[in-house]
């Protein structure tokens, strides 16, 4: 017999001009803002909060990668970005030897310069662009890089690479500023 699954709690941590500052999961929702309290530079910010219990741990992520999406809270990094369009079935095969990467990284900036992956969008990871192309992870890593070399890609660490924004509208949490 297995373990019902295990209610999770959904919270939101408010300021006090009701600006939506982090959105969390947790089973102990207390807990957990004691270890906010002592690595969040944010947490005296925090006047309020609210708490949504869920019938599973799954359902918590869901909701919450939902309401960072939609809510756009000021201090979360995953899943609070815009995602560059990727079809892998439209990439064309690069096949052969000599000259993939550069190939590579010629599609990649067509995406950019045409605005369909416009500045601060995150971008495919090194191995589904090679997958895409029949290229690989490694010619696809090449590519990557001659981009970042020319100033067209940005790495976050934690969040994954990113198309340059010359107007520095990324955030170091890797969401877009919507003020701008």
């Known amino acids: 017999m297995t373990d019902p699954p295990e209610r999770t709690a959904l919270y939101r941590l408010y ?16 807990a957990r803002w004691e270890r906010h309290k002592m690595f969040r530079p944010w947490w005296p910010d925090v006047a309020r909060n609210r708490v949504e219990w869920l019938p599973s741990r799954d359902a918590a992520f869901a909701a919450e990668e939902i309401a960072i999406r939609e809510e756009a809270p000021r201090f979360n990094g995953a899943h609070n970005y815009l995602l560059a369009p990727f079809d892998p079935e439209t990439w064309p095969q690069l096949p052969g030897r000599g000259g993939r990467a550069e190939k590579l990284a010629e599609l990649i900036r067509l995406e950019i310069t045409s605005d369909r992956w416009p500045p601060g969008s995150r971008i495919p990871n090194c191995r589904a662009l090679g997958e895409a192309t029949g290229t690989g992870k490694t010619v696809a890593t090449h590519a990557i890089r001659i981009l970042r070399r020319e100033g067209r890609l940005t790495f976050l660490h934690g969040f994954g690479l990113f198309v340059t924004d010359p107007e520095n509208r990324l955030r170091p949490h890797g969401r877009r500023n919507p003020a701008t």
Do not use: F, K, Q
């Open 15 to 30: 300021d006090a001009d009701d600006v939506l500052l982090y959105v969390g999961i947790s089973n102990n929702p207390e």
